[in-house]
T-cell receptor, first 110, second 114 residues
Framework: QKEVEQDPGPLSVPEGAIVSLNCTYS??????FMWYRQYSRKGPELLMY????GNKEDGRFTAQVDKSSKYISLFIRDSQPSDSATYLC??????????FGQGTRLTINP | DGGITQSPKYLFRKEGQNVTLSCEQN?????MYWYRQDPGQGLRLIYY???????QKGDIAEGYSVSREKKESFPLTVTSAQKNPTAFYLC?????????????FGEGSWLTVV
């Protein structure tokens, strides 16, 4: 079993829809949770960063962490074609080594 | 502008050759990393360095080598011992090796074996 599981998709939704992206993990020691967005043939860019459980909101993006269920989510409201990208979850225990999910390829259709 | 610069963007290698990918950062970050990305497999850690003149193997270090002679630079050499080197290579850095620091990525280098 992989430490971090992420549905690779692809996921295709119409513009304006609410998107939910999810990751599950097995290591209960993970404390730091991140979401990266990666456009085609580009390096990943940090989108959201959360410590421990709870919610964090930034504009149209909301990150949720449920440590009891070992489950994290990224919600995108009012999705735009420019949100089309691959979304990677990442997490760590606190040391510098991040563990990444496989990435979910998302397409927002105009 | 501050950031991480990788070069070249695209590189072709003949079988049996070593190639070196450059990574330079001007963020004054202590820690630097090399990842490999293959379709459907996410990012896998090759090597990382917490400080100058020190580095550790990641999950897939075989066939790769690195050096960290300067804080700003962390070049990766893909040796002929790497059996399947065709991939997208990402360099990254973080402020330090302390807990919770987020990692920032460069734009990546595409390596193709011909």
């Amino acid at each position: 079993q992989k430490e971090v599981e992420q549905d690779p998709g692809p996921l295709s939704v119409p513009e304006g829809a609410i998107v939910s992206l999810n990751c599950t993990y097995s290591n209960s020691a993970f404390q730091y949770f991140m979401w990266y967005r990666q456009y085609s043939r580009k390096g990943p860019e940090l989108l959201m960063y959360t410590y421990s459980s709870g919610n964090k909101e930034d504009g149209r993006f909301t990150a949720q962490v449920d440590k009891s269920s070992k489950y994290i989510s990224l919600f995108i409201r009012d999705s735009q074609p420019s949100d089309s990208a691959t979304y990677l979850c990442a997490m760590s225990e606190g040391a510098q080594k991040l563990v990444f999910g496989q990435g979910t390829r998302l397409t927002i259709n105009p | 502008d501050g950031g991480i610069t990788q070069s070249p963007k695209y590189l072709f290698r003949k079988e049996g050759q070593n190639v070196t990918l450059s990574c330079e950062q001007n963020l004054n970050h202590d820690a630097m990393y090399w990842y490999r990305q293959d379709p459907g497999q996410g990012l896998r850690l090759i090597y990382y360095s917490q400080i100058v003149n020190d580095f550790q193997k990641g999950d897939i270090a075989e066939g790769y080598s690195v050096s960290r002679e300067k804080k700003e630079s962390f070049p990766l050499t893909v040796t002929s011992a790497q059996k399947n080197p065709t991939a997208f290579y990402l360099c990254a850095s973080s402020i330090s090796a302390l807990s919770g620091n987020t990692i920032y990525f460069g734009e990546g280098s595409w390596l193709t074996v011909v």
